[in-house]
């Protein structure tokens, strides 16, 4: 499966996590936080929705369909479970990846420049920033960063994360007019979400003589 085969899921994520509901009722739990654990427990997956899933998650909890507090544990145990499996297999695997170019060496060394500009903070902030948030804990694991501290800085980037936007949604989607436009507010959050790689690769574009 190719990115590109993905975008109609993450485009209309709202009516997936609907369907979800129609067809499996309380098991839509585990189907949301088994997107969360791959989309950052595998570096190979960074692709999958993250930002959107969340909010649009946090909206349906707001219409009563799905409950905000399990949400919030569900789904923090399994970003940190998640960023724990990628530095596992950056740490075992990661020459091994690499060698085998199954990660572009475009989003390594942007991941890596992030390390170079924030050092271990790198893991908390690329958490809201896709793909560079499933590149950085498996690039932690090839590097020197200990896993007690990788596990700390892992600790308060994903409850960070998953609280600020699940309850975003929770608390902007009790709104109608949000309920009205959400496929609107997906593409707004899915900008909002890969501006900052566009001023970055703009930023490198004007740096280049």
């Known amino acids: ?89 950056g740490t075992r695997f990661g020459e091994y990846f690499t060698k085998k170019n199954w990660i572009k060496e475009a989003h390594l060394k942007r991941t890596q420049h992030f390390f170079e500009t924030y050092g271990g903070k790198t893991i908390i902030l690329a958490r809201f920033v896709p793909i560079i948030r499933t590149i950085a804990p498996f690039v932690a694991g090839i590097g020197s960063m200990s896993y007690k501290k990788f596990l700390s800085y892992n600790i308060i980037g994903g409850i960070l994360w998953i609280s600020l936007l699940l309850l975003a949604g929770f608390f902007l989607g009790s709104f109608q007019l949000i309920q009205d436009n959400l496929t609107l507010v997906i593409l707004i959050i899915v900008f909002l979400s890969i501006l900052p790689a566009i001023i970055e690769y703009l930023r490198e574009r004007k740096a280049k003589p």
């Open 1 to 89: 499966m190719s990115p590109l085969d993905l975008i109609p899921f993450i485009l209309h994520i709202d009516q997936y996590i609907s369907l979800f509901l129609q067809s499996y009722g309380i098991l839509t739990y585990f189907i949301l936080f088994a997107i969360i654990f791959i989309e950052t427990g595998l570096v190979i997956m960074p692709f999958l929705p993250g930002d959107s899933l969340l909010f649009v998650a946090g909206a349906f909890a707001a219409k009563g369909d799905l409950n905000i507090f399990i949400l919030l544990i569900s789904l923090t145990v399994a970003a940190i479970l998640g960023d724990s499996l990628n530095y596992a297999l």
